[in-house]
């Protein structure tokens, strides 16, 4: 048997079924022969992020899989992967590399060395009788602990080269995890009872672990509100009564009350708990903090803790709920804050009735949005963002009920990643609504890659909000822009679109914004990948932490690109 088919072999006994891929790489033409879908993308970067929104909406299971080939390729895929390493998101990496006698020659690009930084683990085939056991090791590292990426750097000299058997020695494995130390749970479930508000931060760890249900059973034991993290939005239904939504660069009127008026104590259960603006809510000073994460890496990095727990997510709200409930008696410990919940969420969107529901022309994208929310049930979609505007304008506001509903990202991505998660996430559930909302400044990045859901037959939305310039840049390049225009941007996105054989439709008049979504929907309905430009206001109100930007004072973040 050749590497490369013990590569492929090993792929299929770990139920891998599409690999994502750019060319040249041979690993391309024994995955066909063996059944495996080619998803062959325009672009290295994009094709990364297919892999990576494939890989979130499984949770792992399979993992994403990307190829490409020796030098450009990998050098193109590079901001991708580093996407993947900042959200932890468990995809595998099968580079070609130079053969093995000009590997070592100085300048030689050489994926070992220079995705170290940006992977869980790297590691280049040196012989290839030791496939299987690089491959073990690679499946290992996806599987187990904190996930994160994972490269196989295969030598172009290599892959058709005999392993020296017949038959490949390999069978897949399944995770291992831990629980965490009962005396900590304990300790924990004390000071839950104990406190008046406890709120709940729940992270991405919560997904991957599949662990809602425990964390709904433990919220609704404590009476507890629940806020999640960017990464882990939709690890707790949000039509709940006692979701306060996601918190990060944007809040819910009920996430800044309830976390910065009211908490006296917080539980972060799957988070890093990092400081990081854009995905992470910054916690309150003062308030103590009990962290249950996975990684030994994340305890006490930036918070003083009264309690740490090291485990699954999973086991360790299983075993919270024993806890807790052994201490409450059967009585709950507080009364339900859901009221308070609800009438703060009435408040809050009062306050931004006028921009959802708004008539004007260009379009406002929280028109665009409210009427988005409004016409689309999502228990069926799967929803996510681009950087900026985007982000900060849906994540608030957008409801998602199921796991995995909504793709929440943003510490270290570039414009246009959305459109690839979107692809890659209808890859993985193709009887879901996948959509994008991203701005013109983000299609020009990425935008040719409709083509490849076109050619692939992948049909998801993609709803581009064009304001023809940087709305989030206004605060920052204000002489650029009186003297030379540079915020600027321009173009016809549908037209573009429709030439690479997507169905489209441009939208100006705010009454036809909620029929042609329906219309959008219809057409991916019909196997078709669509696209919806809708022309908008430069919009720079954003519901932040302090809530001075709800009027209509410039309150943009940094961009992330």
Not at 20 to 37: H, L, Q
Not at 39 to 66: H, L, S, W
Not at 250 to 261: E, M, V
Request: proline letters at 7%; a negative charge; glycine letters at 10%.
């Amino acid at each position: 048997m050749r590497a490369a088919d013990a590569i492929v072999e090993i792929l299929k006994r770990e139920g891998v079924d599409t690999l994502f891929c750019f060319p040249t790489t041979s690993i391309i033409e024994n995955a066909v022969a063996a059944g495996i879908r080619p998803v062959i993308c325009r672009q290295e970067r994009v094709g990364v992020d297919m892999a990576d929104g494939y890989a979130r909406v499984t949770n792992g299971k399979p993992p994403g899989v990307f190829a490409m080939q020796y030098g450009p390729g990998s050098e193109n895929a590079f901001p991708g992967i580093a996407t993947t390493y900042s959200d932890s998101v468990p995809v595998l990496f099968l580079p070609l590399a130079q053969a093995r006698d000009q590997s070592q020659v100085f300048p030689t690009f050489r994926s070992q060395v220079t995705y170290a930084s940006v992977t869980k683990q790297v590691e280049e085939i040196m012989l290839p009788g030791s496939t299987a056991d690089v491959m073990r090791r690679a499946f290992g590292a996806l599987k187990n602990g904190r996930l994160g990426p994972v490269m196989v750097e295969v030598p172009r000299d290599l892959v058709d080269m005999d392993i020296g058997s017949d038959t490949v020695d390999y069978r897949p494995m399944r995770a291992s995890i831990s629980a965490p130390d009962p005396r900590d749970v304990d300790d924990a479930a004390k000071l839950l009872v104990a406190a008046k508000c406890p709120v709940i931060l729940a992270g991405q760890g919560v997904l991957y672990a599949e662990a809602s249900d425990e964390l709904v059973q433990l919220a609704e034991l404590l009476q507890a509100p629940v806020m999640t993290t960017v990464d882990g939005k939709s690890a707790f239904p949000e039509d709940h009564a006692l979701s306060i939504g996601s918190g990060g660069n944007t809040f819910s009127g009920p996430g800044r009350l309830f976390l910065y008026a009211k908490a006296d104590l917080i539980l972060g259960i799957g988070t890093g708990l990092n400081r990081h603006p854009l995905t992470t809510p910054p916690l309150p000073k003062g308030v103590p903090i009990i962290h249950a994460t996975n990684d030994t890496r994340d305890l006490h990095k930036q918070h003083h803790t009264e309690v740490a727990m090291l485990g699954d997510a999973k086991l360790t709200l299983a075993n919270l709920v024993v806890a807790v409930k052994e201490r409450l008696g059967g009585k709950l410990p507080n009364s339900s804050p859901a009221a308070e919940i609800a009438a703060e969420r009435v408040a809050w969107l009062k306050r931004w009735e006028a921009k959802l529901n708004s008539k004007e022309s260009p379009i406002t994208p929280y028109h665009v949005m409210s009427e988005f929310m409004r016409v689309v049930d999502p228990a069926g979609a799967i929803v996510t963002h681009d950087s900026g505007s985007p982000r900060d304008q849906l994540l608030p506001f957008y409801r998602a009920t199921r796991p995995r509903g909504y793709l929440g990202w943003g510490k270290s991505h570039q414009l246009g990643t959305g459109l690839g998660l979107a692809i890659g996430a209808k890859v993985a559930a193709p009887d879901k609504f996948c959509v994008n909302f991203m701005g013109d400044a983000a299609f020009g990045m990425t935008g040719l890659d409709i083509e490849t859901a076109v050619r692939a037959g992948i049909p998801s939305l993609t709803i581009v909000l064009n304001n023809s310039t940087m709305a989030i840049e206004i605060p920052h390049m204000k002489l650029s822009h009186d003297v030379h225009k540079a915020r600027d941007l321009g173009g016809n996105y549908a037209n573009l679109a429709h030439e690479l054989g997507a169905w489209t439709e441009r939208v100006a008049d705010p009454n036809e914004v909620a029929n042609a979504i329906l219309r959008a929907r219809r057409a991916t309905e019909d196997g078709k990948t669509a696209l919806l430009e809708f022309i908008t206001s430069a919009e720079t109100a954003f519901s932040h932490r302090g809530g001075k930007a709800e009027d209509g004072g410039p309150g943009g973040s940094q961009g992330d690109h």
